[in-house]
């Protein structure tokens, strides 16, 4: 397991702009086809593709409902100051990057234990645990081993993510047959941040837990484009950040 750690987004907001490849990621490589194929419907009626990746069934999209599942609605954050209570909104405030992206809550959407579709759960910390102790172990590092954290190729998608050269990322093309290995399809959905301000579509994507660390912050989950680990840390509760679901 990977040691806790309190993060900020000021080295990837410096990334943002040094960036110099180009997006969208090509999409020749070989698209595994999950193991399961089943689907959920959230409160405002999207449907869901899932995927059964060990003893777990996670959903294969970011979530992207505006209400809770007792129907009540979600605040949109239109501004974004520190909000402190449940919030949403689209990337960039365009709801046309619903579709690929889904929404982005605070951790206060979050927390109200109704943002996912009844029968379903905001995965804790230990669920993000378990899931990355199965692929580690069944063999989904980009180079076959069964040790360290270089899975991030196995749970990203083919297509959507600034190209690298690195070697075994999700940016880059190689090793095709851990492409989306997994079936889970992440997509680099950015981030907004606590004053507003949106970063890292196509570089980044970024994911809640349902564990509180303290009153500001909660564990994550991260996704780089360049980087073959799946991150652990913290974020501040009032960032918007991507949610996927685990079934009960």
């Known amino acids: 397991m990977k040691t806790r750690t309190i993060k900020t987004l000021f080295p990837l907001i410096v990334l943002g702009f040094l960036l110099t490849f180009s997006t969208g ?20 009626g999207n449907v869901y593709s899932t995927v059964t990746i060990g003893t777990q069934v996670w959903m294969v999209e970011n979530l992207k409902t505006t209400k809770l599942n007792d129907g009540t609605a979600i605040s949109l954050g239109e501004t974004w100051t520190y909000p402190s209570t449940p919030t949403y909104c689209w990337y960039n405030s365009d709801i046309a990057n619903k579709g690929i992206y889904g929404a982005l809550y605070n951790w206060y959407a979050v927390n109200t234990g109704k943002l996912a579709p009844t ?7 230990e669920d993000w645990t378990t899931l990355e102790n199965y692929l580690i172990a069944n063999g989904y590092n980009y180079d076959g081993t069964s040790v360290g954290n270089k899975y ?5 998608a083919t297509t959507t993510w600034t190209s690298s050269m ?11 047959t851990f492409r989306n290995k997994s079936g889970f399809n992440a997509v680099p959905a950015g981030v ?3 004053i507003g301000e949106y970063y890292h579509i196509s570089n980044a994507t970024y994911w809640w837990s349902s564990t509180e660390i303290s009153a ?32 009960n």
């Open 166 to 176: 690195y070697t075994g990322v999700p940016g880059s093309v190689d090793y095709p």
């Open 25 to 44: 990621c090509d999409d020749s490589g070989t698209e595994n086809p999950p193991a399961e194929n089943g689907q959920v419907t959230d409160a405002d």
């Open 192 to 194: 907004r941040i606590e």
């Open 119 to 125: 029968g379903w759960h905001i995965p804790t910390y």
């Open 216 to 247: 500001k912050w909660a564990e994550i989950r991260s996704i780089v484009y360049n980087a073959v680990d799946v991150s652990s840390g913290s974020y501040s509760k009032s960032t918007g950040l991507s949610v996927r679901c685990i079934k």
């Open 152 to 156: 991030a190729k196995s749970l990203s």
